[in-house]
């Protein structure tokens, strides 16, 4: 496999004005007729023309409406190079493709009981010969042709030109974009679909009709996604001005599907999972993610789709954009402070990881070898950081000014990150040369901090400096430019008036944001009449390791009274660290364990405030995951931080036992289920409490569990019940199960939930369960959203059986990857990530995970995606 470089990027050849598409659709053998109008690209010179294409039969090519012998083209296996055309031609080129034999599920394939498309980043080439790259952006039009009878809907990009039937049982449909698009929005979807109609006007006053197309068992699982999808349209008109530009905006929920869901113009296709819900299906957490993900697919209408990417390397543009205004949609109709703390939590559990280890890259990469396997949490989640970053640097309003520039400079273009910072920079006036460092450089820089008090003088000097670890390919790297959002509090925990040397006013406002661009600057408060305690990186103000050494008092002090609640729940989870920490190193000295009085006063005083959101207490009150602990130790120690948050949990639980318990009660008035902030924080706390209450080990609290389960109206309460009976062993743990899956065995979102909850079990016999239900009927390795809730949880969200000292979970993946990398490659590279931080365990489980590793990397026949990721952990 060979590596792109971004250094090489070159203008298209030639160009596609107009793509005519022709479908003759089968299940076994579709047939593909493809005409492009291309001409020269003014901006380069006369050549071969170069069409991309994968596992096609070709069956006839004609230029000009003349038939090309085999002399006048190369084929192989990746591309059709046709020696000679004219400045200006068509090309009409006939391929064949057979999309039930496509299980690596992209290009058209078949899933249940229709056809679908998934492009993005290379899928077009799957379907025709093709200029497949971003920059080429063409108007489409779209016929298919199908047996009416097993397609009856066929959809594709843009409205709804014309249809008509044969008389031998086929129906066709002719579909036209109007807008100019790359390939990789290109989509089409065939079969038997119940759809759920709505309408939206739009600011302007344009009526749109909205659709989600659905297996006809679904359709009363649709309201959620419809709703989520009116509040995104009208959102991303109130904040960004921004209306949608087609008659029809449709969505199709699709069962085998590799990501979330994608883009493509005017017909959105999502993974069934991230569309479907019910308050008896979906948790809580689904109709969030649901409604978040809806709202991210349609705003890239504008940040992707009418402004898109010139090269992958510029894939953040898009996705870092949208994944920013996704997370700020969330913040507005949810709880702010909530969706911070995720975003936060994900962010530092996933992305740090990520830019510590082999893998790491740049927010705008330089090179890759599978574009798919730069699909990641950096790309996305770091990426939401730096927009977020300019955000704060520019103002609300200045955003504002510069993505109106963005979008109405670069409408119908291709671009780049660099445009997007130049949009912003000239709309406001300012200079970003530095701050592009954060797309240049990978590596998550560390922020230090140190204080100094001088009561005589009043002086309170803030000493922040920065160091960035080296990465894969960057040794040594630049200051970035940080922003750092600060507060003082006093000893009331009131924040303090802030004003620096050579300031002539006091600062307006509790929060400000200082710019760090050297490796140290001190930034000098004056007037500070006591000793404050600095709240630092308030809402988490940039994608750093916060290093400042804050007593455990002072984290109380700052968990108790910070004005910022993100600060607040940060302050609360470094206490828990601390705490956590020390008792991982009382059990490696073999100690006696003892809990902190200080955590458990904190925690309690939380437990009984009831004037903080229930929402937050659950927050405040979780437990840093295994994952993150581990990311926090020179050498992980899976047992004993497992032992040790098992150890914690239970006396937090049992001392404070009878506030958990009144809250559950006071939390458990039967209420018919809602989905809004204020229910969805009660059933998060209520939750969370009888987590802790069956902690405390009380067989009691096993009957709690199990009377929640019975009575409960919503998957919410009933999964959180189930998870916590997977853990206890015992014939009331299978009967829950059998029961369970019994009533859930038709419906395939709440059996994913089934097989996630097993594959998370504490008990010791987890992996050989794991294994047996591979071979249950509820299965099928073929299905990414099997895949992934079974051996994508085992690998990743259970540290102590996955890294189970004799290897037998290392080399469980090791087996699932090969099997299946013949079958799905980018499913297959996804599961590898369970092994990015190899080499931060001790050393024999460093050799056993090697020795997977190589065991991978010795597989004659590897995809590229796995290729690449498996000799990038092993370099
Ligand atoms: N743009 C798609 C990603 C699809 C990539 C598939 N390899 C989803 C999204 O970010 O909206
Ligand atoms: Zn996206």
């Not at 068992?217 to 009208?234: G, I, P, T």
């Not at 911070?340 to 939590?345: A, F, M, T």
């Not at 200079?431 to 460092?437: A, H, W």
């Not at 760090?516 to 809402?539: M, N, W, Y």
Request: charged share 25%; hydrophobic share 40%; with cysteine.
């Amino acid at each position: 496999p060979k590596m792109t470089l971004l250094a090489n990027y070159q203008v298209p050849r030639y160009l596609v004005d107009e793509a005519l598409l022709h479908f003759d659709l089968d299940k076994s053998k579709t047939r593909v007729i493809s005409t492009l109008k291309m001409r020269l690209n003014p901006e380069s010179s006369a050549g071969e023309c170069v069409l991309d294409g994968e596992s096609l039969d070709l069956v006839s090519i004609k230029l000009n409406g003349k038939e090309l012998e085999e002399t006048d083209y190369q084929l192989s296996d990746k591309s059709l190079v046709i020696s000679e055309v004219p400045d200006k031609f068509e090309l009409e080129v006939i391929t064949e493709i057979h999309p039930d034999q496509n299980t690596a599920l992209e290009g058209l394939y078949h899933s249940g009981r229709l056809l679908c498309t998934q492009c993005e980043a290379q899928g077009f080439r799957r379907i025709t010969y093709y200029p497949d790259r971003p920059d080429v952006m063409s108007i489409f039009t779209v016929t298919i042709v199908a047996d009416a009878k097993a397609w009856p809907v066929m959809l594709s990009n843009g409205n709804l030109e014309e249809q008509g039937q044969f008389n031998d049982g086929r129906h066709w449909v002719r579909w036209h974009d109007p807008h100019p698009k790359p390939s990789y929005l290109f989509a089409l979807v065939a079969g038997d679909l119940y759809c759920q109609q709505d309408q939206f006007t739009t600011m302007s006053g344009r009526e749109v009709s909205l659709r989600i197309y659905v297996d006809p068992e679904n359709k009363h699982k649709c309201d959620h996604a419809l709703v989520s999808l009116k509040q995104s349209m009208k959102w991303d008109e109130a904040v960004y001005g921004r209306e949608y530009d087609l008659d029809v905006f449709m969505i199709v929920a699709v069962n085998d599907f590799n990501m979330g869901a994608m883009e493509n113009k005017g017909l959105n296709i999502f993974n069934a999972a991230c569309v479907l819900a019910t308050p008896e299906t979906a948790t809580d957490d689904d109709f969030y993610t649901i409604q978040s993900i809806v709202a991210h697919e349609y705003f890239h209408n504008w940040s992707g789709n009418r402004v898109t990417c010139r090269d992958w390397f510029q894939l953040s543009l898009k996705e870092g954009f949208t994944v920013m205004r996704d997370q700020s949609f969330s913040a507005d109709l949810n709880s702010a402070a909530v969706q911070r703390i995720d975003d936060v939590n994900g962010l530092r559990s996933m992305q740090f990881a990520e830019d510590a280890g082999p893998m790491a890259h740049p927010v705008r990469p330089d090179s890759y070898i599978e574009i798919s396997n730069f699909y990641t949490v950096t790309i996305y989640e770091k990426g939401a950081e730096v927009v977020r970053m300019i955000k704060t640097l520019v103002g609300e309003e200045g955003f504002r000014k510069g993505t109106d520039l963005y979008f109405d400079r670069h409408d119908g273009q291709a671009v780049t990150t660099d445009d997007f910072v130049k949009a912003i920079e000239d709309a406001n006036n300012v200079d970003l040369s530095q701050f592009k460092l954060w797309y240049e450089q990978a590596g998550t820089p560390e922020l230090s901090v140190k204080t100094h008090y001088d009561p005589i003088n009043q002086r309170f000097t803030l000493t922040l400096s920065q160091f960035c670890p080296a990465t894969p390919g960057q040794d040594n790297k630049a200051d970035f430019h940080i922003p750092v959002a600060v507060g003082l509090l006093d000893s009331q925990g009131k924040n303090m008036p802030m004003q620096l040397q050579g300031e002539s006013t006091v600062y307006d406002g509790d929060t400000r944001v200082l710019s760090l661009t050297d490796s140290q600057q001190q930034f000098e408060f004056i007037h500070v009449s006591e000793e404050p305690v600095a709240s630092v990186l308030r809402g988490f103000s940039a994608p750093v390791k916060l290093k400042y050494d804050l007593s455990n008092t002072q984290l109380a002090f700052l968990m108790a009274h910070d004005t910022d609640s993100f600060n607040r729940w940060d302050a609360g989870q470094q206490l828990m660290i601390n705490v956590l920490l020390d008792i991982v190193d009382d059990i490696q000295k073999q100690n006696k364990l003892a809990m902190s009085p200080l955590l458990l006063s904190q925690l309690e005083a939380i437990l009984q405030d009831k004037q903080l959101d229930p929402a937050l207490i659950a927050k405040m009150l979780t437990l840093p995951s295994e994952n993150y602990l581990a990311a926090q130790m020179q050498v992980a120690d899976v047992d004993a931080i497992h032992q040790a948050r098992e150890f914690a949990k239970q006396q937090i639980a049992i001392s404070l036992k009878r506030l958990f318990n009144e809250r559950y009660e006071s939390l458990s008035q039967t209420k018919k289920y809602q989905f809004n902030a204020d229910d969805m924080a009660a059933r998060s706390l209520k939750n969370l409490c009888l987590s802790y209450l069956v902690a405390s080990h009380d067989p009691l609290q096993i009957q709690r569990c199990l009377r929640q389960m019975k009575v409960t109206d919503n998957m919410t309460e009933l999964l959180a019940g189930l998870r916590l009976m997977v853990d206890q062993a015992g014939p009331e743990r299978e009967h829950a199960l059998r029961a369970f899956y019994e009533q859930w065995k038709h419906d395939r979102q709440v059996v994913d939930k089934w097989l996630s909850v097993q594959a998370v079990s504490k008990l010791p016999d987890t992996l050989l369960r794991v294994k047996a239900l591979m071979t249950h009927e509820a299965f099928s390795i073929k299905n990414p959203n099997n895949v992934r809730a079974l051996i994508g949880q085992f690998c990743r969200n259970n540290p102590v059986h996955f890294h189970a000292k004799d290897g037998s979970g290392y080399r469980f993946l090791a087996e699932q990857i090969l099997k299946l990398d013949k079958l799905n490659p980018q499913v297959a590279a996804r599961m590898l990530g369970a092994l990015n931080s190899w080499r931060r365990y001790d050393a024999d489980r460093q050799k056993l995970m090697k020795a997977s590793l190589e065991h991978i990397a010795a597989e004659k026949e590897l995809s590229a995606d796995v290729y690449e990721i498996v000799t990038k952990y092993l370099a």
